[in-house]
């Protein structure tokens, strides 16, 4: 046989499988935090402010995607945005390691700098804002 073939290994060829594993895991856990709008405006806030209460950061989502250029989101909007932050949001954002949640506030985790880099990446070409 030659030493292209497979050799019924189901290693990968390069490094520890763990550790690969690990890595495509926590990207995948990256990629589905930031798949919401309302998370990713939730982290683009907290680079700036680092600890904030869940209600000052509905209002500043609210108002950030649900304005319109008549005016400010409503009440009965911002409760809806608080509610999800509460209750999907901020949960997901905490299961990614991503923020982390006590006595009603939220808090940027110590991100890695490659986390960093594209959350930094994303906001700026969402909003036009660079971070760093």
């Known amino acids: ?13 390069h490094g520890d499988s763990h550790d ?7 990207m995948d856990e990256l990629f ?7 998370r990713r405006y939730a982290l683009y806030f907290l680079l700036e402010h680092r600890t904030v209460s ?4 509905a209002d500043v989502v609210a108002g950030w995607t649900r304005a319109t250029a008549y005016g400010m989101a409503s009440r009965r909007v ?10 999907r949001h901020v949960p997901a ?8 949640t006590e006595n009603g506030t939220v808090s940027l985790e110590a991100l890695s700098p490659t986390t ?11 909003t036009g804002v660079a971070h760093g």
Do not use: K, Q, W, Y
């Open 32 to 38: 589905t935090a930031l798949r919401n709008r309302d």
């Open 54 to 57: 869940v209600d000052e950061l």
């Open 1 to 13: 046989m030659g030493g292209d073939e497979h050799s019924g290994d189901d290693r990968p060829p």
């Open 116 to 126: 960093r880099a594209f959350i930094d990446r994303a906001c700026a070409v969402e």
């Open 93 to 100: 954002l905490v299961e990614a390691g991503l923020v982390r």
């Open 78 to 87: 911002r409760d809806h945005v608080l509610l999800t932050l509460r209750h």
């Open 20 to 26: 690969r594993d690990r890595g495509a895991d926590s």
